[in-house]
């Protein structure tokens, strides 16, 4: 996520509107704050928009594309198992609340939730992103699902140690 700020005068700025409004274009945004700062002649509209960089993680001009991560290539076999089934988990979440997919969670919390081994909320808080309201709203639902995945035979050997 990225925060750009903005000020644009009371009394117009047609260069400062073109620059906001090119860069909501060009990012997807996750919230917009508006606070008027009234300062007389010089005041102005401060806004802050929280979005993120569709150009990638490194703020790249690669073509307007945001560098993926063929998750296939970086996570284990097993692992890429379990995160395409928390990918389904979080498609189903997105459709039945109508909220985009990212604001559950993103594709790399999900490869850090299946690498870290999380099997409860409070592993679910260490993830960078998914803090108390994420993890209380979604979390019981990711975890069934992390439950779900589990193998039968650790099961079986936890329980006979």
């Known amino acids: 996520m990225a925060l750009k700020f903005f000020q644009i ?3 117009g700025c047609d260069e400062t509107e073109t620059a906001l409004n090119g860069h909501m274009r060009s990012h997807r945004v ?3 704050e508006r606070r008027w700062v009234d300062v007389g002649h010089e005041s102005f ?3 802050c928009v929280d979005s993120l960089d569709q150009q990638g993680e490194s703020g790249g001009t690669g073509g307007g594309r945001r560098n993926r991560v063929d998750y ?12 395409a089934s928390l990918r389904e988990i979080r498609k189903q979440i997105s459709q ?3 909220i985009p997919v990212y ?4 594709n790399e919390q999900i490869a850090q939730v299946v690498t870290r081994g999380v099997s409860d909320r409070a592993g679910l ?5 998914l ?7 979604f979390g019981s639902r990711i975890l069934e699902r992390l439950e779900e995945l589990k193998d039968p035979d650790d099961a079986t050997n936890r329980e006979s140690v």
């Open 9 to 11: 005068p009371a009394r």
């Open 30 to 32: 996750l919230s917009v």
């Open 45 to 47: 509209w401060a806004i």
């Open 72 to 83: 296939r290539e970086v996570l284990s076999p097993e692992d890429f198992t379990k995160f």
């Open 96 to 98: 039945e609340d109508g």
């Open 103 to 106: 604001a559950i969670m993103t």
């Open 125 to 129: 808080k260490e993830i960078p992103g």
């Open 131 to 137: 803090g108390d309201a994420k993890v209380e709203r």
